[in-house]
């Protein structure tokens, strides 16, 4: 009679049987959600590369980057007399910068993170993951050593990395963190790190991780991901607001008669946001998910390329 694939080997103790079949479990389960977020991450990541530069820079390695005319100060070696011939001015020859950084990915995990206002939209947590994974994308083709901070795994170049980074994301096991910000942890000086998030919790509790990781010598961006709800409040009469993480539930008899002051709130967090990350020299970005993913990316990619000049 033919052994089913998840009948007993003989001599296999039950127990390892139970971790077996566990382990295939898990594994059935990661192989199916790693396939969509991946592959829309490369399509997003491959859009923005078609308009963009790399993160370039002048240096001492062996690939040209471009010409320029010579300036009082530049060393006779620089001059490619060849391209000088062509035309009349002299021209030196500027090869790019190949010393590859570490870049330590973060996007926030919390309850909050999984709210939508309406059907069809991307939850906080989805587009969060969306951009992370593409950010990694865009840094590992690029040359850069990605990591996910708080994850303990070291940072790693191309392929491997990606497909690391994905594993780690789609994990069940990882699926959820109750803090809305990361752990402050020793990194290699001159790395940067990008945190993604809703960043709504107090702005002394994110002064606190930006100067601990600035501290560290890390540059650093901030990307705050909201829904359009949570940036319009666009509800009108009696609205009961269910807290995603515990809070008390709370009944506005006439929501419209606090919008003003809402949004006042909000944009106090957001200049407070942008004012503790220009201090520590970051930078700063709001996406909405009713966006596309892309302009996101290509803010963020932009300002990374900006540090990189």
């Not at 694939?5 to 479990?25: D, M, Y």
């Not at 989805?126 to 593409?134: F, M, S, V, Y």
């Not at 809070?247 to 949004?263: S, T």
């Amino acid at each position: 009679m033919p052994r089913s694939p998840n009948s007993p080997q003989k001599g296999q103790p039950p127990g390892q049987l139970s971790n077996t079949l566990l382990a295939r479990h898990r594994a059935e389960e990661l192989a199916s959600a790693l396939p969509p977020l991946l592959v829309a991450a490369e399509r997003v990541a491959a859009t923005v590369a078609q308009g963009v530069h790399g993160r370039r820079r002048v240096g001492l390695g062996e690939t040209f980057w471009q010409f320029r005319r010579y300036q009082p100060g530049d060393a006779p070696s620089m001059i490619d007399w060849r391209q000088s011939a062509k035309t009349q001015p002299v021209y030196v020859r500027e090869n790019e910068w190949e010393a590859a950084q570490s870049v330590w990915l973060w996007r926030d995990r919390s309850a909050s993170m999984d709210f939508r206002s309406v059907a069809g939209l991307s939850t906080k947590r989805e587009r969060a993951d969306l951009l992370t994974l593409a950010t990694a994308v865009l840094l590992a083709r690029g040359g850069e050593r990605v990591a996910l901070l708080n994850s303990g795994v070291r940072p790693d170049h191309g392929k491997t990395a990606i497909d690391r980074i994905a594993r780690l994301m789609t994990d069940p096991r990882a699926a959820a963190a109750p803090d809305p910000l990361p752990r402050v942890e020793p990194l290699p000086r001159h790395a940067q790190t990008v945190l993604f998030g809703d960043l709504l919790s107090p702005l002394p509790e994110i002064h606190a991780i930006v100067a601990g990781l600035t501290g560290r010598g890390l540059r650093g961006h901030l990307v705050q991901i909201l829904d359009p709800a949570e940036e319009t409040l666009p509800y009108d009469g009696r609205v009961d607001f269910h807290g995603l993480e515990g809070e008390q539930n709370l009944l506005v008899p006439r929501v419209e008669a606090v919008r003003d002051a809402y949004r006042e709130r909000l944009k106090a967090q957001q200049d407070g946001l942008a004012a503790l990350a220009r201090t520590a020299g970051w930078s700063f970005a709001v996406h909405r998910t009713d966006r596309s993913p892309q302009s996101a990316l290509l803010t963020l990619w932009g300002a990374m390329a900006m540090e990189a000049v």
